[in-house]
């Protein structure tokens, strides 16, 4: 199983930026799956996570209506749209699969830093 993010950078605020999570050896579209961060000295939290199936989607209330969480099934690829995006958002930004069975994988990581 190998989870590869992309789409990271440097952005100012008030910006735009769109992670995809490419991954192989598993399927998104049947498993639960989701965005973490994680900030210098700050506990990984959850942003946004999609269910497989029908793909219910849940956001923390720190990004709702700024985040969207989606997935191209054909594509086999989950992806991290992110708008108004304020220098608090900066972090590791995470990609992360449980199956039915309780494994979880992740992705290595991609930072996302915005400025002031």
């Known amino acids: 199983v190998q989870l590869v993010e992309s789409g990271g950078g440097l952005v100012q605020a008030g910006g735009s930026l769109r992670l995809s999570c490419a991954a192989s050896?598993?399927?998104?579209?049947?498993?639960?799956s989701g965005w973490y961060r994680q900030a210098p000295g700050k506990q990984r939290e959850l942003v946004a996570a999609?269910?497989?199936?029908?793909?219910?989607?849940n956001y923390a209330d720190s990004v709702k209506g700024r985040f969207t969480i989606s997935r191209d099934n054909a594509k086999n690829t989950m992806y991290l749209q992110m708008n108004s995006l304020k220098p608090e958002d900066t972090a590791v930004y995470y990609c992360?699969?449980?199956?039915?069975?309780?494994?979880?994988?992740w992705g290595q990581g991609t930072q996302v830093t915005v400025s002031s």
């Open positions: 992360h699969i449980r199956t039915t069975w309780g494994s979880h994988y």
């Open positions: 050896g598993i399927t998104f579209s049947i498993n639960f």
């Open positions: 999609i269910t497989g199936g029908i793909g219910i989607t």
